[in-house]
């Protein structure tokens, strides 16, 4: 079974401009999580959808959107990309929301 | 204001020993707790979790420990083996609260497991 994939796995942005992010849950899990992190931290938590309506978002500005798909993909989506924004972007799948969650190898942004 | 705290950055361990990882959390509205392996350059990796209605849950070598009192709980490897060595991750959520705040992490323990 394919676990969670995402793409891409690198991205070097420019300030200013946006990125698009994207997740295929483990088949069957209904939620998908999205999370950041930064080097010597814990992944953040960003947004949470299941069963494609959003559940929770945690404490990002209004750049970051996000939006699950009738397959239970999603996207992640950052505008306005700031220098901050470079981190590891991290999606999750999971069966329910908040039980075990099975991460991507995630998506390394770096925003120059 | 971190919820889920581990206070050690990092833990030495020989081979064959006992490891034995530590996390607080201060929000009494978490009820669920896992633990979560990380490698560099790939995301992290489920390990085990525990319910708050448990005290005590058991995964091959993996053990967790909760103490809702004093809202701990740890992580022990026995026998612990080279390919343990990596950062391993606490997280916990607040499941019967519908659980919208996602999961809340700890900052990490770099386990190294020594020869």
């Known amino acids: 079974d394919a676990g969670v994939t995402q793409s891409p796995t690198h991205l070097i942005k420019t300030r200013g401009q946006h990125v698009t992010l994207r997740c295929s849950p483990i088949?069957?899990?209904?939620?998908v999580s999205w999370y950041q992190q930064v080097l010597g931290q814990g992944p953040q938590f960003i947004f949470q959808?299941?069963?494609?309506?959003?559940?929770g978002r945690g404490n990002f500005p209004d750049r970051f959107s996000a939006r699950q798909f009738p397959n239970y993909s999603s996207e992640l989506n950052v505008n306005a990309l700031l220098l901050g924004d470079s981190a590891l972007y991290l999606c999750?799948?999971?069966?329910?929301?908040?039980?075990?969650?099975?991460f991507g190898q995630g998506t390394r942004l770096t925003v120059v | 204001d971190q919820q889920v705290k581990q206070n050690s950055p990092s833990l030495s361990v020989q081979e064959g020993r006992i490891s034995i990882l530590n996390c607080d959390y201060t929000?009494?509205?978490?009820?669920?707790f896992l633990w979560y392996k990380k490698y560099p350059a790939e995301g992290p990796t489920f390990l085990i979790s525990?319910?708050?209605?448990?005290d005590k849950n058991e995964d091959g070598r993996f053990t967790v420990f909760l103490n809702k009192s004093a809202k701990h709980l740890s992580l022990h490897i026995v026998p612990s083996q080279p390919g343990d060595s990596a950062v391993y991750f606490c997280?916990?959520?607040?499941?019967?609260?519908?659980?919208?705040?996602?999961?809340?992490f700890g900052k990490g323990t770099h386990l190294i497991i020594q020869p």
């Open positions: 999750a799948s999971s069966f329910l929301p908040n039980t075990e969650a099975f």
């Open positions: 088949s069957g899990h209904k939620s």
């Open positions: 959808y299941y069963e494609k309506e959003e559940r």
């Open positions: 929000n009494s509205m978490f009820d669920y």
């Open positions: 525990i319910s708050s209605i448990k």
């Open positions: 997280a916990a959520s607040a499941l019967s609260g519908g659980g919208a705040d996602g999961l809340t």
